[in-house]
């Protein structure tokens, strides 16, 4: 069992024994037998904690514990505790015994159903779970329940794919209080962007887009959108502009705009124009994607030798596994009765290549060789970035 799963269930078991004892004081001021039932399953059901057998000392707790006002806390906590361990179903089972009991006070009955809520969404129960919380958001007048109601409406909704209705939830003052929500409410608005230009409603997705953007100025994933909207629209001089903006929001970000950057400054034919940008882009964050760029402009143009001279001088500033593989294509190419050799050691450093993933999560460490705007681990969003160093950029 974890630690921390098994402090809870010892604090969990010191709660039920503080009861216990009161309950004790209580018959003894009375006069009453000082011999009780339930203190014996108390100390069978600690037994059998301190024996590492958690499941019967739950179980035991359980029964030993009558339901009142002054135990409501330790049920919920025996409940949440039984969802931690995988069993929503029987936190379920608690929460709504509890919750059936007429003498709960509104703020007890309002903690109640947010536990429930949080079962049901551990249950994937979603619907069930949504009218609770929006019950729970109706009714309730504690503040102190209402922001993790709000928050936890927000993740169902993120689960259903209902962007418009978690930014109707988050709005004003989710976004404005909590930066991974604020974060997050931008990439709703991309997603609400996504279908509108899905739907041919550009006028729409850049109205979007720009909200985003003033939500949270450094979400790179809408100008990335914003470019595809100028890109579409034949718009070239607009597309690099954007994709320049995007590439200061965020330097990690360099190398995935670098493709249709390129295609862009082709477009309008200005090449030189190309080169100049990716030659300040070295100066700022020299990233090996860039480095290899103009590298390859340069072998067009001067040769061989050249570019060699470009990558290599990089690679004697931050070594890089994909700048040694780049260097292999050039040497394969000029080798004379070396290229078996150099074409064996092309392969290795292409095999290495392929296994390693190019992006990163910075708050999990999930990593693939797809950019996913939210985790598919942690589900958080605006995290993922190209990885750095010696086998990334």
Not at 388 to 393: D, S, V, W
């Given at each position: 069992m974890p630690d921390l799963k098994l402090l809870a269930l010892l604090l969990v078991a010191i709660a039920i024994g503080w009861w216990l004892g009161r309950l004790e004081s209580r018959r003894h001021a009375r006069h009453q037998p000082r011999s009780s039932p339930l203190s014996r399953d108390y100390f069978v059901g600690l037994n059998y904690l301190l024996n590492e057998q958690p499941d019967r000392a739950i179980e035991t707790f359980v029964q030993a514990l009558e339901v009142n006002s002054d135990t409501i806390e330790t049920h919920i906590a025996l409940g949440n505790l039984f969802r931690s361990r995988g069993e929503a179903d029987r936190a379920v089972k608690i929460h709504q015994n509890l919750l059936a009991r007429p003498s709960l006070t509104a703020l007890q009955s309002d903690q109640v159903q947010l536990e429930l809520s949080r079962d049901f969404l551990h249950l994937g129960l979603l619907d069930r779970a949504e009218r609770l919380l929006l019950g729970l958001l109706r009714t309730s007048h504690d503040q102190a329940r209402l922001k993790p109601a709000k928050l936890l409406l927000v993740d169902l909704y993120e689960r259903e794919r209902e962007w418009a209705k978690a930014l109707e939830v988050a709005q004003p003052q989710l976004i404005r209080e909590d930066a991974d929500i604020r974060r997050a409410a931008a990439h709703w608005l991309c997603e609400l962007a996504q279908q509108d230009m899905h739907t041919a409603s550009p006028a729409l997705a850049r109205k979007r887009l720009r909200q985003a953007l003033s939500i949270d100025d450094r979400c790179v994933r809408a100008n990335w959108l914003i470019a595809e909207l100028e890109r579409e629209a034949g718009n070239y001089k607009a597309e690099i502009r954007t994709l320049q903006r995007l590439a200061r929001q965020d330097h990690d970000f360099t190398p995935i705009v670098l493709e249709p950057l390129r295609d862009a400054y082709l477009k309008l034919e200005d090449e030189q124009g190309l080169v100049r940008c990716l030659r300040q882009w070295i100066s700022e964050a020299p990233h090996i994607s860039t480095v290899i760029m103009l590298a390859r402009l340069t072998e067009q143009h001067e040769g061989i030798n050249a570019a060699a001279n470009v990558i290599g001088d990089q690679l004697a500033v931050t070594p890089s596994l994909r700048g040694v593989d780049y260097l292999m294509d050039l040497y394969v190419t000029e080798a004379g009765p070396e290229q078996q050799h150099f074409s064996l050691l092309k392969r290795h450093t292409?095999?290495?290549?392929?296994?390693?993933?190019?992006?990163?999560?910075?708050?999990?460490?999930?990593?693939?060789?797809?950019?996913?705007?939210?985790?598919?681990?942690?589900?958080?969003?605006?995290?993922?970035?190209?990885?750095?160093?010696?086998?990334?950029?």
């Open positions: 292409g095999k290495l290549l392929e296994s390693r993933p190019r992006f990163r999560c910075h708050r999990c460490g999930f990593a693939g060789a797809h950019l996913h705007w939210q985790c598919p681990r942690c589900r958080s969003w605006g995290v993922t970035k190209p990885i750095t160093g010696l086998e990334g950029e």
